[in-house]
């Protein structure tokens, strides 16, 4: 049921391969680096929607803040949803690499996803697995599960590896 690309996903969605995007931010309202930061440099709006929440909040955890992506960008082709998932607490600092990943977290997230949406076409990152130090399988693990429960409503998710070189 989960589909894998490579690529950016920012442009696929551009491109009108995902009604949503979903990706991780932590709860103090920084997007500043990942994809997060790229999402804050290209989708102002997305990051607006971040700092309309407390800064350091734990109980932003298991939540989420979303935009719609033509609120910054009216010559997109798909006006995609851009979700703000809080599935960490704090971030790790330069040279740490510790996992920080809030998996109980996630798997919330994931699961008002499924239940607040029908027939969405998801984009995912990595997400949890590279600065939130996160364990692969796990997360992998949750997103099948998603995508199975998405896959029921018509929808469908994606996976996608960032590909060097694709970042524009």
Not at 71 to 89: E, L, P, R
Not at 110 to 139: Q, S, V
Not at 157 to 164: D, I, M, R, S, Y
């Amino acid at each position: 049921m989960l589909k894998h690309a490579q690529g950016d996903l920012l442009q696929m969605a551009r491109d009108g391969e995902f009604d949503a995007i979903v990706h991780g931010c932590n709860c103090f309202c920084t997007m500043g680096s990942g994809i997060a930061r790229q999402v804050r440099e290209q989708y102002p709006s997305a990051f607006q929607a971040d700092l309309k929440t407390q800064k350091g909040d734990i109980n932003k955890l298991g939540n989420y803040t979303f935009t719609f992506a033509n609120n910054d960008d009216q010559t997109i082709k798909n006006n995609f949803m851009i979700y703000n998932a809080y599935t960490q607490y704090d971030f790790n600092r330069s040279g740490e690499l510790k996992d920080v990943f809030e998996y109980t977290s996630f798997e919330l997230i994931l699961r008002k996803l499924a239940h607040n949406t029908e027939n969405f076409r998801f984009g995912f990152p990595y997400i949890g697995m590279g600065l939130a130090g996160g364990d692969k399988i796990r997360i992998v693990a949750l997103i099948e599960n998603f995508a199975q429960k998405i896959s029921k409503t018509g929808g469908s998710v994606t996976l996608v590896e960032f590909k060097p070189g694709s970042l524009i």
